[in-house]
């Protein structure tokens, strides 16, 4: 089981990005598919999930900003990044939780100037 995150960039406040993770084999079990990140110097911190039924939770940073989705299909995560600012700058971890592990992904970086 392998996840790929991309999208990042660098981007102007204000700015939008959307990440994705794209996984790759089979994954059962799925508790949730959650988004973390990680500023310099700061330790990771969980931005949003979603759980099978499609419910959705965000951090309170990422509340009404931040859209976490799933496409089956294509099994892949994204996360839609609107009104971005300068503190939201870090490396992206997507994260899949299952009954039997844990996956991760490499970062993203999300780069956001003012």
Same mark, same amino acid.
């Given at each position: 089981? +392998? &996840? #790929?995150?991309? !999208?990042?960039? &660098?981007? #102007?406040? %204000?700015?939008?990005? /959307? &990440?994705?993770?794209? $996984?790759?084999?089979?994954?059962? !079990?799925?508790?949730?598919?959650?988004?973390? =990140? #990680?500023?310099? %110097? @700061?330790? /990771?911190?969980?931005?949003?999930?979603?759980?099978?039924? !499609?419910?959705? *939770?965000?951090?309170?940073?990422?509340? %009404? =900003?931040?859209?976490?989705?799933?496409? /089956?299909? @294509? @099994?892949?995560?994204?996360? +839609?990044?609107?009104?971005?600012?300068?503190?939201?700058?870090?490396?992206?971890?997507? *994260?899949?939780? $299952?009954?039997? @592990?844990?996956?991760? !992904? #490499? %970062? $993203?970086?999300? $780069?956001?100037?003012?």
């Amino acid at each position: 089981v +392998q &996840l #790929q995150a991309s !999208g990042g960039g &660098l981007v #102007q406040a %204000g700015g939008s990005l /959307r &990440l994705s993770c794209a $996984t790759s084999g089979s994954i059962i !079990g799925i508790k949730a598919m959650k988004w973390y =990140r #990680q500023a310099p %110097g @700061k330790e /990771r911190e969980w931005v949003a999930s979603i759980i099978p039924n !499609g419910i959705v *939770n965000y951090a309170d940073p990422a509340k %009404g =900003r931040f859209s976490i989705s799933r496409d /089956r299909a @294509k @099994k892949t995560v994204y996360l +839609q990044m609107n009104s971005l600012e300068p503190r939201d700058t870090a490396n992206y971890y997507c *994260n899949i939780d $299952t009954v039997y @592990k844990s996956y991760w !992904g #490499q %970062g $993203t970086l999300v $780069t956001v100037s003012s």
